[in-house]
């Protein structure tokens, strides 16, 4: 059984910053890509960020880019998100997901979804 658990996430100034961390267990995930999400209340799932099984390609959304580094330990099977610069907008749930995509941002693509963790940036 795949399970994919996120940890990191909790309440920051704006200005602060955040690690995510996402560990996924229960098969293999060569070849896989590693991707992170978020949901603000009352908006849809948006993509922030995605990185290749090799880590030699990322890629960020727009409002993330510049502040946003994902990483990925194949070892430990996990993937990280560093977050900088916070603002009151990077409020959201942060979900981590992987999959065999064929677009890094497309959220559908995705086969495997975690919980969730709860980042909250005060202004």
């Known amino acids: 059984q795949v399970q994919l658990v996120e940890s990191g996430g909790g309440l920051v100034q704006a200005g602060g910053s955040l690690r995510l961390s996402c560990a996924a267990s229960g098969r293999t995930f060569t070849n896989y890509f590693m991707g992170w999400f978020r949901q603000a209340p009352g908006k849809e799932r948006a993509f922030v960020a995605a990185i290749n099984w090799s880590a030699d390609i990322t890629y960020y959304a727009d409002p993330v880019k510049g502040r946003a580094t994902i990483s990925r330990d194949n070892a430990k099977t996990t993937v990280y998100l560093q977050m900088n610069s916070l603002r009151s907008e990077d409020t959201a749930v942060y979900y981590c997901?992987?999959?065999?995509?064929?677009?890094?941002?497309?959220?559908?693509?995705?086969?495997?979804w975690g919980q969730g963790t709860q980042v909250t940036v005060s202004s």
């Open positions: 997901a992987v999959g065999r995509v064929a677009t890094m941002w497309a959220d559908d693509q995705y086969e495997y």
